[in-house]
């Protein structure tokens, strides 16, 4: 027999991360129309009329909403492209990311 020693190796496993999620929020203005919220909302978001209107509502009342999770790059491009949609009609409207906790 051989003198070395063989020993087993452990076993190493690789997960893949998740990628950390953003919140998408909706912030109040008082000038970009309601319905215009809810237009941008129903497109970008795919959100349906009702809970669009919700979202619209909620962000009215207390000055900001989450509109949606998604992961950064994602969440980042459809807030830029929803306000963007504001700008180009000429309202104020606003949509930010910050990291879900």
Do not use: W
């Not at 509502?57 to 306000?83: F, L, M, N, W």
């Amino acid at each position: 027999m051989s003198d070395i020693d063989i020993k087993p190796r452990p076993r190493t496993r690789t997960r893949t991360r998740r990628p950390k999620l953003h919140k998408v929020i909706l912030v109040n203005d008082d000038f970009t129309p309601r319905e215009f919220v809810v237009k941008v909302l129903m497109g970008e978001f795919r959100i349906a009329e009702a809970q669009a209107h919700k979202v619209m509502i909620t962000a009215h009342r207390k000055g900001s909403c989450v509109v949606s999770v998604y992961p950064q790059d994602v969440a980042e491009t459809k807030a830029t492209r929803a306000t963007e949609m504001g700008r180009a009609q000429g309202y104020p409207l606003l949509f930010t990311t910050e990291p879900e906790e």
